[in-house]
């Protein structure tokens, strides 16, 4: 049998708790209670276990035969690889490295997820949207915290094997490597890490409430009925008018339907006539 690995996709073990929902304006003065512009969670071992997708049938003699000629070939690999190099891994070390290494790589080469970095290439952003809190909590869930953890070493360097192989040594070899792999690559630190960076976000995005008024119509708005007119509160960004949408639900202004695309993309909500309710509400409309 081809030697097991250690698991490369570990079940996310720790469960965020809710993050604080205590609003803080630019004063210091708590002013939205309960009221957010980023939502995000992370699922249970029992959610990740319900969605698994069982493996490809394989008769047990056609798995055993394929699994003889990868192992030949990888032990031809490391084979020479190790000549080449004038080392000794073995073959354990040596195949979750090289995976390592590869999925940096072709994560990296999508150039999908640049925008989840800082200008240094490491995670997070400061930036941290809606669309964007939802890629990283997808990756996070997926098991891909590793790529957190080596855009944390190397930025937007894509590393190469020795790269990975030369940092490992220096924090302690193959034994230190799977501490780290069975602590999830340090998870904690990146669950943690970007919860700061939502709430700094979150203070910036409430000590500019009540938003300035985009000049034209975008697909962010509140709509409403006046004189048999249909009036329209346009908003800038999906978070604008997902805070402003809670502050109005908080203040007693309930809407008659809202509609978002699951995305962050749009954002609808419609009133049966212009919400006036609360303190804060009226400064929307003026």
Partial sequence: MKVKLSEQLERIKQVMGLINEQGQIGNGK???????????????????????????????????????????????ELKDFNKQNGLNLDMEYYTVLKDD????????????????????????????????????????????????????????????????????EGIGGKEKYKQLVDANYNIGV??????????????DL????????????????????????????????????????QILKQEGNEPTGEQTDGFASTGSASFSSQPKRGESTPLLFK
């Fill in 206 to 245: 409430q000590s500019r409430f009540p938003f300035q008024k985009p000049t034209g119509k975008t697909p962010f708005y509140f709509v409403w009925n006046e004189g048999g007119v249909q009036k329209f509160r346009y908003f800038n960004t999906y978070e604008e008018w997902n805070l402003s949408l």
């Fill in 101 to 168: 290494a590869l999925k940096v790589k072709n994560y990296n080469a999508t150039n999908r997820y640049n925008v989840l970095f800082d200008e240094s290439g490491k995670p997070f952003t400061k930036n941290v949207t809606q669309k964007i809190v939802n890629n990283i909590q997808e990756l996070i869930n997926s098991g891909s915290v590793w790529y957190f953890y080596w855009r944390d070493i190397f930025g937007s360097k894509t590393p190469t094997f020795m790269d990975l192989y030369k940092y490992v």
């Fill in 190 to 203: 990146y669950k943690t890490r970007l919860n700061d960076s939502v709430e700094t976000f979150e203070t």
């Fill in 30 to 76: 708590t002013r939205f209670k309960n009221c957010r512009s980023i939502s995000y969670s992370y699922k249970s071992d029992d959610e990740a276990d319900a969605t698994d997708e069982p493996g490809p049938s394989w008769s047990k003699r056609a798995q055993k035969q394929l699994e003889k000629q990868m192992r030949r070939e990888e032990e031809a």
